[in-house]
């Protein structure tokens, strides 16, 4: 490692920030601000959506699992399609319907504003803790490398710089410089991706494909393997890839904020299944990477490398084996993935506590300037805050990194589940879409906690969506067959009818306005 490589971060970071401050535009109220005005191209809201969900341990990690395996992995991939063609038709139209600025608005709809509220709630925390430590992971290799350099810097300091420069264009530039800083922090790391294949396959004197498929690595289907347990088995990947992508593309803020700042629902619906091609060529760009690896360390174990986990591979492979400035290259791909989950968790977190806390229970109204400065000030402070909590990690042997990393998925199950229990029980009332939930986020929890060995991760969207459908289905059986009525003052919705065309609160530059009674 070379200053040059430290000059290509520095650069790296004051392109994001400039790219994200020009391009922005200036907000004028809180629906600009949080969707960009329903004017953003479907092309850039679909890389954004990719390089959102691709965050720094998907570029660490993913070529350990090749490594180590095979690229099985690349299953759940076309599970991850498939659940994106549901979202596409099923929820998104929901979505544009009622023109909503929140994916938990149309719970606020179905059932009322306290289903509305502990959705948020639920979306807050998990993604709080899951995007803090990713943040955290971010500063591994940069740490690692800094220290090569000679350069010691504490994982806080590192991770304050990562934060400093990603709340700086969230804060001043919204949803718009979210976007378009994605779509260059994308091209970064899949750049990097290709690069690294490049350096490997001239620098072998084999062909590292051959290689890795005279040790079966390259295989991709699995169905000797147990469902139950193997989370890449055929069926459980297809299975649970599709519920997990159904959750996460149709039930989470932080993905559904991009896809309702599409032109139209037909774009937002291009750009979600889109994205789920462009999931597939990426994670099958960072397995060859895995497989070029496996030739280059010549089969090695990750013990015999001296290395604590798969995960230090590619980051040491980044420090030894890339020529000059090609290394702060990689280094700030993995920044570039970082960042990216990181702005888009703060422009997501603070558009639910504006929209789906805040002005579903003030008491008064704001006009559009004080909104828009509010929403910049919750944007600040969960920036603070995820400075704070990635700041709690000190070292990769924290147990509280695999649990964090892993509690989004807790709750998915729960989301999704409380969506469709919307959709398809018309019974259902507030009461029990929040006790369903409930009881799914505590069954995932145990499970997660004292059984983490039944039925893989892969299943945990599955069952909790199954346990909030039963679980709700059976709690709505108490009350007699007619329209139902939301607890609690929601505005309930006519038997039958699409919750997004209920009376009630008409969502309009992105604060609830309640429509006088008839």
């Known amino acids: 490692m070379q200053t040059i490589d430290l000059a290509v971060i520095a650069v790296y970071l004051l392109a994001s920030a400039w790219l994200g401050l020009r391009l922005s535009g200036r907000q004028r109220d809180v629906k600009d601000y949080f969707i960009g005005n329903r004017q953003l191209p479907w092309w850039a809201v679909c890389l954004s959506v990719v390089a959102t969900e691709t965050s720094a341990l998907t570029v660490i990690s993913v070529p350990g699992v090749a490594y180590l395996g095979n690229v099985t992995f690349l299953q759940v991939a076309v599970g991850y399609l498939i659940g994106r ?55 591994i290799p940069m740490k690692i490398i800094l220290d ?37 922090q994308m091209g970064v790391y899949v750049a990097g991706g290709v690069v690294t294949l490049a350096v490997i396959a001239t620098s072998l004197d084999v062909n590292f494909l051959a290689v890795a498929a005279d040790a079966g690595k390259t295989q991709f289907l699995d169905f000797a393997s147990n469902p139950v ?98 290394s702060g290259l990689l280094l700030a791909g993995i920044m570039a993935a970082a960042m990216s989950t990181l702005s888009s968790s703060l422009s997501a977190l603070s558009s639910s506590t504006m929209a789906d806390l805040y002005e579903r229970f003030a008491r008064h109204r704001l006009s559009d300037a004080r909104a828009l400065r509010l929403s910049r000030l919750f944007t600040l402070g969960w920036g603070l ?102 607890d609690a003052g929601g505005p309930g919705a006519p038997e039958g009818a699409d919750p997004s065309e209920a009376p009630g609160p008409a969502h309009r530059g992105g604060r609830a306005e309640h429509t006088p009674p008839a």
């Open 385 to 486: 805050v995820f400075v704070g909590v990635a700041a709690f990690f000190t070292g990769t042997d924290n147990p509280v990194v695999e649990l964090g990393l892993s509690v989004a998925s807790l709750t998915y199950g729960g989301l999704l589940g409380a969506f469709l229990l919307g959709l398809w029980v018309r019974r259902a009332r507030q009461t029990d879409a929040i006790l369903a939930f409930a009881a799914a986020v505590a069954a995932m929890s145990w499970l997660f906690l004292f059984q983490p060995g039944l039925g893989g991760f892969t299943w945990y969207t599955a069952i909790g969506t199954g346990i909030v459908l039963g679980a709700g289905y059976l709690l709505s059986r108490r009350h007699p067959d007619a329209s139902p009525t939301a």
């Open 85 to 139: 063609v549901v979202v596409a038709f099923l929820l998104l139209p929901r979505y544009y319907r009622g023109e909503m600025t929140t994916a938990y608005a149309y719970l606020g709809l179905r059932f009322g504003r306290g289903m509305q509220a502990t959705a948020s709630v639920a979306f807050l925390f998990t993604r709080l803790l899951a995007d803090g430590v990713r943040l955290f992971a971010a500063a």
């Open 229 to 326: 347990s193997a989370p890449y088995a055929t069926v459980t990947a297809l299975v649970g890839g599709a519920l997990l992508s159904t959750a996460s593309h149709g039930a989470d803020q932080i993905v559904v904020q991009r896809l309702l700042g599409c032109r139209s629902l037909r774009d937002a619906q291009r750009a979600v299944i889109v994205s789920g091609v462009v999931v597939f060529l990426q994670f099958a760009l960072f397995l060859t990477v895995g497989l070029a690896l496996y030739s280059y360390f010549e089969a090695a174990s990750v013990e015999r490398l001296g290395l604590a986990s798969s995960d230090e591979l590619f980051p040491v492979f980044i420090v030894e084996g890339l020529p000059a400035g090609v």
């Open 148 to 184: 090569a350099l000679g350069l010691e810097a504490s994982y806080f300091a590192i991770v304050a710089a990562l934060g400093a420069v990603t709340v700086l264009y969230t804060l001043v530039g919204g949803i718009r410089a979210v976007v378009w800083v994605d779509v260059l």
